[in-house]
């Protein structure tokens, strides 16, 4: 399979995972030795999140009761569409699971890697991102939200952050950033030294350290993780754990590929009318069923290939159901239509709660992050149409 764009910053064409899997050294994730607490998550019994670098730490902390946190980011540059859920869904687990939570608004990777100026970044992160996470459920209790650009107002604590970005930059050379990442310029240098201050910086003494940190993160973003695990053994200024890795598949697109939030016929946003996530799916479902009704009754329809199916392998909870689902598509017996039906009634349910509590979510921003006045304003009133 050709890997046609991988590095964090562009991903393209097919994912093969297991190479990426013995490529990079990562281990696969045993959904049996999980703590018990992460079994029934869909994510991690179907393998979505399917390998891990170091996840024992967290099991340990987990089973002896000590504090551990997570640690992921986000750069705001895109709408926010079903495939996000997916790391959203992860921290609000580890939340639930007793993790004080870091989420790194990755603005200044934004500027530096898409020139998307720092206010754009604030609006798109608020507006599309920070929002859905609260309405799909997460809480203030123990959660520090930040902008790269702006750590803290507490000067201490920003001082550490940028402190840490700074001395990693001497553990690190530029050879080994141009194998990492392909195309080097200055300003992807100052960002993946600043993701890497964003996965380690919980562990500073200014913050909660020493503290075991997991980082859910897709696959494509493990060339960061390589990097700053790296420097995290060779820096001596400060005493720094490797911290523990997940990678989580992507959902894929509408018609195959990476679903992508450019790309109105690959995604179903999570703001997007019962109306439209009708149309989507059924016309740009790619589709394993057979041509005519005569031959998919007789050979039956291609689940594995189907991207309504796809779909509801992470969203329909039911084991039994999703089996069901899928020996009915196989056997001919339920149509390519009929699936798709499925998949927009599943959709459109838990898009009408989330858009119901989207709205709500916006009034308890300040819980959340620090607002200005007109902030306050501006989202108290705040309304999508
Ligand atoms: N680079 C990540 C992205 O493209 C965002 C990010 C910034 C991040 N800092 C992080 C992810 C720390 C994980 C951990 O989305």
Known sequence: MAENKFTPWEVEGDIDYDRLMTKFGIKPLDWKQLPEIFKPNVLFKRNKIFAHRDFNKISEAIENGKPFCMMTGLMPTGKFHIGHMILAK??????????????????????????????????????????????????????????????????????????????????????????????????????????????????????????????????????????????????????????????HVFVPGLGGGKMSSSDETSHIGLTESAKVVKKKVNKYAFSGGQVTLEEHRKLGGNPDVDISYQWLTFFEEDDAKLKQIYDSYKSGELL??????ILIEKLNTMLEVHQSNRKIAFKNLDQFIELTSDEKKFYNNYSEE
């Open 90 to 247: 992860q921290f609000i687990e580890y939340q639930k699971a007793g993790a004080k939570l870091y989420i790194a608004v990755a603005d200044i990777e934004a500027f530096q890697a898409r020139g998307q100026s720092l206010e754009v970044s604030r609006k798109k992160a608020i507006e599309e991102y920070i929002s859905n996470y609260i309405a799909l459920g997460l809480k203030p209790e123990n959660v520090e939200i930040y902008f790269q650009s702006n750590r803290s107002s507490d000067p201490v604590k920003a001082n550490a952050y940028y402190r840490l970005q700074n001395l990693l930059a001497r553990h690190i050379t530029f050879n080994e950033f141009r194998a990492t990442y392909g195309d080097v310029t200055p300003g992807k240098m100052t960002a993946g030294l600043l993701q890497a201050a964003d996965m380690l910086h919980p562990q500073l003494k200014e913050f909660d350290g020493p503290i075991p940190t997991i980082v859910p993160v897709g696959t494509d973003q493990d060339p960061h993780i390589r990097l700053a695990r790296d420097m995290a053994r060779k820096i001596k200024e400060v005493k720094l754990n490797t911290f523990s890795s997940t990678y």
């Open 336 to 341: 390519s239509g009929e699936l798709k039906a």
